[in-house]
Nanobody, 121 residues
Framework: QVQLVESGGGLVQAGGSLRLSCAAS????????MGWYRQAPGQQRELVAT???????SYTDSVKGRFTISRDNAKNTVYLQMNSLNSEDTAVYYC???????????????WGQGTQVTVSS
């Protein structure tokens, strides 16, 4: 099994910053990519940012220039630095890992429990 533990969410004023962390542990053989999704009340879960094992990143348009995703491969940890936060960033943020638990196993998506980010205006 793979466990993802998120931290760093909270309440922040508009214009402020937060840094989310997600550490993956358990029976991990390899990780292809890590990322962050978010889900606002009444909305579908959306992709925020991803980073591959090689370091290639991608972002949804609404966070480009404000959010930065990074990872520490040795620690199986992914980070999301969020700057210039606004009320539209309020959501539950979920960590996602695409990886394998064995060499011959299939790639699977693993999810964290979610961390609440609330931006007050």
């Amino acid at each position: 099994q793979v466990q993802l533990v998120e931290s760093g969410g909270g309440l922040v004023q508009a214009g402020g910053s937060l840094r989310l962390s997600c550490a993956a542990s358990g029976s991990i053989f390899s990780i292809n990519a890590m990322g962050w999704y978010r889900q606002a009340p009444g909305q579908q879960r959306e992709l925020v940012a991803t980073i591959t094992i090689g370091g290639s990143t991608s972002y949804t348009d609404s966070v480009k220039g404000r959010f930065t995703i990074s990872r520490d491969n040795a620690k199986n940890t992914v980070y999301l630095q969020m700057n210039s936060l606004n009320s539209e960033d309020t959501a539950v943020y979920y960590c996602n890992v695409l990886g394998k638990t064995t060499r011959s196993g299939s790639l699977r998506n693993y999810w964290g429990q979610g961390t609440q980010v609330t931006v007050s205006s």
